[in-house]
């Protein structure tokens, strides 16, 4: 799946004696009215004029119109219920230029027991961007914070560039929960479908049980593009499935996505009460989702990096792409396949080609750079450049509870100083040949060092005598992707190296 080209992220209300704007996606031909924390809702909402609260606006505007808030800081929350249509075109509720509106939820209660300081519930064609949300909180396991939330049916929604931070559950216990930005496709007939959410920032969160940023039941064809996520006390960003989300199990996972080029840092639920002194946050989650690409990712300081599982017995996730992303400095594992114990789910037909995997279980799990645990089955693993930490595991299958868990070729590991550990239905081998023939995978893989340009920085392109370089196999773009991590062609000639990065 390639991404859109979006629209500026930048506020792009337009400024009196602008004509009307065509900006990616959207033609705005209808009205703009702008709000402003010194204004009036008995004003006419003009620019000189401008409206006082952001519900007044959205309850006053159609398909076509523009919203365009003014700086400042609205203690309000604003729920979206009628949005813009295909013909008459989107409502776009935006920053104005230069200037940076607050949606604060001190004091702010929280209706239905799960609420948003922005909600879009059952609305097709909007567009929210260039707002901060912040300071949503709770002391009750019965309320659910969330910064941005949508909810219920609906297309071409897009959420881009917004700040939210400081969403928080002082609950106990993993009936505490709270989100930054979540997405719930609740119905059965329709979905959440045609969803960008782009070049967002989400921080500072204290979640409990729940994720920083979601998307579960019935949610398709969505992109998860260019956003960071950071020092938060659970996963970063979730695809979920089978949680009874959706009415009904044969629409109840998000499906038909995109995750590409986010940045996601500092994510550790050590600590948090409802886990205690466990590192079990991921950086990326694909839980009983399917038909998922996740590429061009940087994931660092985070628990888990990324993981393609399911916590459901008899479901998987399937059908996954995990390509050309850098997975470094985790305290356990780099990426995961397969449930976390034998009576929940797995993961199946989940193809892990041309990461960068380095320094990962700095907490000393033992659980490796790669890992293969429960109901795995048909997966893939190739192409990709492992450095083990100081534990020197680069390779944990610790379980053999299926004939074929992965299909393993043409990688390069390094163990550095460390005595090298390839774990294989089991059992442990400590060299690369005593590996190949005990598993009879790997027979093209290598064993050297990767040659780094800078591990302290890090930067984790190869050098041009890299043993990386030119080693891998092309297994064509539809499996590689087009690009590298960092935007260059992903093939350039026959050959392709081995790792996030081309030369």
Known sequence: MASV??????????????TLLETGFEIRSGTVRYVATNGSDANAGTASLPWRHLQY???????GDTVCARGGVYNE????????????????????????PILDGTGLSIPGGQWGLITLEDVSRVVVRGFELRNYTTASTAQVPIGLYVTGAGHGIRL????????????????????????????????????VIAG?????????????FSLDGNVEHWQIVGNTVHDTNNIA?????????APDPSVD??????????????????????????????????????????ERNIVHHVDIGIEVASEHSGRTSSDVIVRSNLVYAGNSVGISIGGYAANVGGSERVTIVNNTLYDNDRADTYSGEFQIQFHATDNVFKNNIVRASASGVLVNAFTADTANPAAMDRNLYYAGAATPAWIWKGVEYNTLPGYVGGSGQDAGAVSANPQFVDTATPDLRVLPASPAVGAGLNLGTAIVGTRDVAGQARIQGAQIDLGAYEQ
Request: with cysteine; aromatic share 6%.
């Open 160 to 195: 881009i560039g917004n700040h939210i931070h400081d969403i928080k559950t002082t609950a106990s216990g993993c009936a505490a929960n709270a989100f930054g930005l979540k997405v719930d496709g609740t119905r059965l007939a329709t979905s959440i479908s045609e969803l």
């Open 57 to 63: 606006a959205a309850d006053h505007v159609g398909a």
């Open 5 to 18: 080209l979006l629209a500026s992220t930048a506020g792009a209300c337009p400024i009196p004696g602008d």
């Open 237 to 245: 960003i979730g695809a979920i499935g089978f949680e009874g989300v």
């Open 77 to 100: 929350r604003l729920s979206i219920t009628s949005g813009g249509s295909d013909l008459g075109g989107e409502i776009v509720v935006e920053a104005y230029p230069g200037e940076q």
């Open 253 to 294: 996972q998000a499906r038909d996505g995109l995750i590409a080029d986010n940045l996601v840092y500092n994510i550790s639920s050590f600590g948090n009460p409802a886990y205690g002194n466990e590192y079990a946050a991921d950086g990326i989650y694909i839980d009983g989702s399917t038909r998922i690409v996740i």
């Open 200 to 212: 967002n920032e989400i921080d500072h969160l204290v979640l409990g049980c729940s994720e920083s």
